[in-house]
Antibody
Framework: QVQLQESGPGLLKPSETLSLTCSVS??????????WNWIRQPPGKGLEWIGY???????NYNPSLKSRITMSLDTSNNHFSLNMTSVTAADTAFYYC?????????????????WGQGILVTVSS | SYVVTQPPSVSVAPGRTARITCGAY??????VHWYQQKPGQAPVVVIY???DRPSGIPERFSGSNSGNTATLTINRVEAGDEADYYC????????????FGSGTKVNVL
């Protein structure tokens, strides 16, 4: 059974760069049937999709965050990462990684499943 | 940007039916997933591709999508269904950005 686990710093100062890693067990980030997503949720608020990366390195980002984010895959360590530059207090949130089953050829999309447990990132001076 | 609207809350008595809507322009031409999130937990998909149900999700959960509205229906509501529910809109192209609805809190009376 696939499991995802987020890791990274829990506290950042404004203008710093956020770097998070999602470790995948029970599956491979090189899978051709899956997209690897990041989602965030400010405490007490709703979900915001950040973007995804595919095994070819193809990425799709939320247009509102595109200028500040970069996603990458590490096939040797079976994990994927999120970098977000110039963080502010508005970036304080729980950050989740999630696997998406998506067959581009058939159009089948099984949604985001499973999700990691999430990691709280606080931006404060 | 593509705006997706959900009612902030829905209240329902045990045993009755809850309907949660997700409204957006021509949402029927896109795909919709639904997620359940309980306090302190990560979301869990309860409906994918508009109306398909993952294994382990009760048959009481169903979904539809047409025109400008997608709907999640929970029949015979139980106390354990009390949670936040989010719709996620995707497609039609694989490079179209995903959008989450604002979320609906289902209160079981």
């Amino acid at each position: 059974q696939v499991q995802l686990q987020e890791s990274g710093p829990g506290l950042l100062k404004p203008s710093e760069t956020l770097s998070l890693t999602c470790s995948v067990s029970g599956g491979s980030v090189t899978s051709k049937s899956h997209f690897w997503n990041w989602i965030r949720q400010p405490p007490g608020k709703g979900l915001e999709w950040i973007g995804y990366i595919y095994n070819t390195g193809y990425t799709n980002y939320n247009p509102s965050l595109k200028s500040r984010i970069t996603m990458s895959l590490d096939t040797s360590n079976n994990h994927f990462s999120l970098n977000m530059t110039s963080v502010t207090a508005a970036d304080t949130a729980f950050y989740y990684c999630a696997r998406e089953t998506y067959d581009i050829l058939t159009g089948f999309n099984g949604g985001l499943d499973p999700w990691g447990q999430g990691i709280l990132v606080t931006v404060s001076s | 940007s593509y705006v997706v609207t959900q009612p902030p809350s829905v209240s329902v008595a045990p045993g009755r039916t809850a309907r949660i809507t997700c409204g957006a322009y021509n949402i029927g031409g896109k795909g919709v997933h639904w997620y359940q999130q309980k306090p302190g937990q990560a979301p869990v998909v309860v409906i994918y591709q508009n109306s398909d149900r993952p294994s382990g999700i009760p048959e009481r959960f169903s979904g539809s999508n047409s025109g400008n509205t997608a709907t999640l229906t929970i029949n015979r509501v139980e106390a354990g269904d009390e949670a936040d529910y989010y719709c996620q809109v995707w497609g039609p192209g694989s490079d179209d950005p995903y959008v989450f609805g604002s979320g609906t809190k289902v209160n079981v009376l």
